[in-house]
């Protein structure tokens, strides 16, 4: 069954600093994913998706995707606590487009 | 931005009875989904649907139904709820392959 791996578990990052989050898909037909942010108690909001490879930025938030090997990863800089959140990764299941696997999610905790 | 609006916002349940969850949306969305969450989990699939009048078994459809009476409306029901069901449940909407998915608030469901 396709898996979509997130690491690691939890990651605790000072107030400026850089956060570094990573996401592999099973699924050799994966060619995008998702990324989704969650606040304790609330519900997931999509962060950014990246559809090709290479490089994509908004603002604090930088994502990496390298298709060859269905690795991306989020990358945080400046952090603020306000980045304190859950962060889940999604991929599309095989050969069905419209159902996202998401991983179990990279807690991230930010220390002022 | 997409409104897709869960009920009830919390629920206590006894084991073995019934209980049903509803989802409403008003973004014209074709794509419905359920997704449950254990605590400080990702999410898992559950049942999805397509077009009004049809669903299909996501990843762990046991001890689950669906139900989808026209595009707005979506529900989970669970003939016989067990305590393995507690959980975060997230109903989600989007309009097709590749596009982001709008989450509702969810509802905490808790059984005894």
């Known amino acids: 069954q396709q898996k979509v791996q997130q690491s690691p578990e939890s990651l605790i990052v000072p107030e400026g600093g850089m956060a570094s989050l990573n996401c592999t898909s099973s699924d050799r037909n994966v060619d995008y994913f998702w990324w989704y942010r969650q606040h304790s108690g609330k519900s997931p909001k999509m962060l950014m998706?990246?559809?090709?490879?290479g490089e994509k930025e908004e603002g604090r938030f930088t994502v990496h995707l390298n298709k060859a090997s269905l690795h991306t990863s989020l990358h945080i800089r400046d952090s603020q606590p306000s980045d304190s959140a859950l962060y889940l990764c999604?991929?599309?299941?095989?050969?069905?487009?419209?159902?996202?696997?998401f991983g179990q999610g990279t807690k991230l905790s930010i220390k002022p | 931005e997409a409104a897709v609006t869960q009920s009830p916002r919390s629920k206590v349940a006894v084991t073995g009875g019934k209980v049903t969850l509803s989802c409403h949306q008003t973004?014209?969305?074709?794509?419905m989904y359920w997704y449950r969450q254990d605590t400080g989990h990702g999410l898992r699939l559950i049942h999805y649907s397509y077009v009004a009048d049809s669903t299909e078994k996501g990843d762990i459809p046991d001890g689950y139904k669906a139900s989808r009476p026209s595009q707005e409306n979506f529900s989970l029901i669970l003939e016989l709820a067990s305590l393995s069901q507690t959980a975060v449940y997230f109903c989600a909407s989007n309009s097709g392959t590749n596009e982001r998915l709008f989450f509702g608030h969810g509802t905490k469901l808790s059984v005894l």
């Open positions: 999604a991929a599309p299941m095989n050969y069905n487009q419209g159902k996202l696997i």
């Open positions: 998706s990246i559809f090709s490879n």
């Open positions: 973004n014209n969305h074709d794509y």
